[in-house]
Antibody, heavy 118, light 112 residues
Framework: QVQLVQSGGGVVQPGRSLRLSCLAS????????MHWVRQAPGKGLEWVAV????????DYADSVKGRFTVSRDNSKNTLYLHMNSLRVEDSAMYFC???????????WGQGTLVTVSS | QSVLTQPPSVSGAPGQRVTISCTGS?????????VNWYQQLPGTAPKLLIY???NRPSGVPDRFSGSKSGTSASLAITGLQAEDEAEYHC????????????FGTGTTVTVL
């Protein structure tokens, strides 16, 4: 069965960096686009980034562009989110999600909490 | 800064029917892009509930149904059950937004 298991996250000071990971299993990882989506406390979902197949095509939300980098290692079935220059407003639960195709996110990781605070 | 607007909350008694609206514009839902719905139970990750406006993934009860018209979409829950108490999010595609994937503001469903 499809599983996405996340790791990383934690408490970090503003301006510092953090890396999130998402280990996939149960499907051909390299054949699917993968997303990062976040949810600030008490707020709705906010799409963050997408990376397609071999990692050549990538896109970001304006709110993180230039600070966050999404990458993938298809040999390790792992998706990453490198977050630099973190801000207080980046504090959120971060989810990885698989793209089924046709702009549908059909499987989600369990989420990992990022708290940016001095 | 969500481009899809949902009511903050809806409520209903067990067995009743409730609907959740998702209002967009001509650059997303109105442009013909499909709408997906996700259910998020308290403290858990979102789960795909409806995709392609009206389709249910395997295992989703037929009490849940989706529709789309013009620049809006709706999720209906008939025969409301206590286990349906959750947050519901719509999602679509917007050609004017960076990355193009957009979510709604989210709706909390409360079973009275």
């Amino acid at each position: 069965q499809v599983q996405l298991v996340q790791s990383g996250g934690g408490v970090v000071q503003p301006g510092r960096s953090l890396r999130l990971s998402c280990l996939a299993s149960g499907f051909n990882f390299g054949s699917k686009g993968m997303h990062w989506v976040r949810q600030a406390p008490g707020k709705g979902l906010e799409w963050v980034a997408v990376i397609w197949y071999e990692g050549i095509n990538i896109d970001y939300a304006d709110s993180v562009k230039g600070r966050f980098t999404v990458s993938r290692d298809n040999s390790k079935n792992t998706l990453y989110l490198h977050m630099n220059s973190l801000r207080v407003e980046d504090s959120a639960m971060y989810f990885c999600a698989r793209d089924k195709g046709d702009q549908v996110l059909d499987y989600w990781g369990q989420g990992t909490l990022v708290t940016v605070s001095s | 800064q969500s481009v899809l607007t949902q009511p903050p909350s809806v409520s209903g008694a067990p067995g009743q029917r409730v609907t959740i609206s998702c209002t967009g514009s001509g650059s997303n839902i109105g442009a013909g892009y499909e709408v997906n719905w996700y259910q998020q139970l308290p403290g858990t990750a979102p789960k795909l509930l409806i995709y392609g406006n009206t389709n249910r993934p395997s295992g989703v009860p037929d009490r849940f149904s989706g529709s789309k018209s013009g620049t809006s979409a709706s999720l209906a829950i008939t025969g409301l059950q206590a286990e349906d108490e959750a947050e519901y999010h719509c999602q679509s595609y917007d050609s004017t937004m960076s990355g193009s994937y957009v979510f709604g503001t989210g709706t909390t469903v409360t079973v009275l």
